[in-house]
């Protein structure tokens, strides 16, 4: 069944974005009117920053999901198959605007986002040199941020025209051949995202906070971006079902789905306990200053956004029947997705400018706009092939899902 994008969802679409861009303009005047703008251009790139990491952590999220079901060679995703394939089509889109993103921060020296990009902060004889950055110089230096950022964007766009090519061609000649390269490819990719998803959160999320480090701190980029990633999967496949879409997804896969979002809260909500914890526990000054740093701003963010990602699934989502119903996975999905948006906005934004950030028109402008931009990407990939996948070794598994 070919998928159509309906007027109704168009119009939503752009208005998000038409709002979003409205919401921005307001911010970028109010921000000009106080103290002649002085913090504008970092404020506009950190916004830039968070939603383009954001969105593209989604679509990287998913490429992860769909390589780890080929690689365990599970059944029951086949009849949801092509929608992940739709999130996952986001990554070209997605790198693009972190790398546009991340050049001009390069272009700023840093933009004050990364210090450790000027070189006032590694030369002895600079008033602003710093020689713990400078330690840091042989790691953190444009020259070695780039060759890595392009090998870990390089590697995510080969792997997901592979498994983009691969797809399509199962539907035209069936057999177990494409099955079996697809294991092995997604065995392989799940390697390199191993070592390339920590990476790359110390590379663009950790060296905000140039001083501090954390060895969870990969870990805990990976589990947002998981969760994140589940709970856009759910809300698109539900909303798919409920335009008349996936004759073959009944409740045992939306259970399976509402299954993984509650997990993947857990893990996140495990992580951000451990990290916090074993640094408070320790109360060694150099890695208490990140944590203090945020209690003392944004307290009220900063444990809102846990209790939010961690008590509502924990307890809107524990029953059995709850993982089922659409407007309770909705409804949780949406509220969660945004507490994960927070966390990452707190990562950076505090980071960079410290107690002078707060969530304002900027903020909820440039998040609009960006979601806007990334629903209307995903939609338009829902049309690019049939919904239901042909030729799949386990589809018919798949179909006669029941839990």
């Known amino acids: ?139 953190l230096n444009k020259v070695f941020f780039w060759i890595r950022t392009i090998v870990y964007l390089g590697t995510y766009l080969l792997f997901w025209r592979g498994f983009k090519k691969r797809s399509q061609l199962e539907d035209e000649v069936g057999g177990t051949d494409i ?27 950790m060296s905000i906070d140039v001083h501090w480090f954390s060895t969870l701190f990969g870990w805990y980029i990976f589990a947002g971006m998981w969760c994140s990633t589940m709970i856009v999967l759910v809300s698109l496949t539900l909303y798919l079902k409920k335009q008349g879409y996936l004759p073959n997804v009944n409740e045992s896969h939306i259970h399976d789905i509402g299954k993984w979002t509650f997990a993947t809260s857990f893990l996140w909500s495990y992580l951000w306990f451990s990290q916090f914890m074993l640094i408070w526990y320790a109360n060694i000054p150099e890695e208490t200053t990140y944590h203090l740093m945020r209690i003392e701003n944004f307290k009220f963010l900063y444990f809102g956004m846990f209790i939010i990602n961690f008590a509502f699934p924990m307890v809107l989502l524990m029953s059995r029947d709850a993982k089922r119903h659409a407007g309770i996975l909705t409804f949780v999905g949406l509220v969660v997705l945004f507490g994960h948006w927070v966390d990452v906005y707190l990562m950076i934004m505090a980071g960079s400018m410290g107690p002078n950030a707060f969530i304002g028109f900027m903020e909820i ?3 609009l706009l960006a979601l806007g931009f990334f629903v209307r990407m995903i939609l338009i990939n829902l049309t690019k092939a049939p919904l239901t996948v042909k030729n799949h070794p386990f589809l018919d598994e798949s179909i006669h899902h029941d839990i």
């Open 1 to 139: 069944m070919e998928f159509k994008i309906t007027k109704k969802a168009n119009l939503w679409t752009i208005a998000i974005m038409v709002i979003g861009l409205l919401f921005t303009g307001i911010g970028v005047a109010c921000e000009m009117g106080h103290d002649h703008g002085h913090h504008l251009g970092q404020r506009v790139l950190g916004n830039m920053l968070i939603n383009s990491f954001f969105f593209f952590a989604i679509g990287l999220g998913a490429l992860f999901f769909l390589a780890l079901q080929y690689a365990t060679e599970t059944g029951w995703y086949a009849s949801i198959k092509r929608v992940i394939e739709a999130l996952t089509g986001y990554l070209p889109y997605g790198v693009m605007l972190l790398a546009l993103t991340l050049l001009i921060i390069t272009l700023m020296d840093g933009a004050h986002i990364y210090i450790w990009m000027d070189s006032a902060y590694t030369d002895p004889a600079s008033h602003h040199y710093d020689q713990i950055i400078d330690g840091k110089s042989m790691y």
């Open 179 to 205: 099955h079996f390269t697809n294991y092995r490819k997604g065995a392989t990719f799940l390697v390199f995202f191993a070592v390339f998803s920590s990476t790359s959160a110390w590379d663009w999320i």
């Open 365 to 367: 402008g440039m998040m």
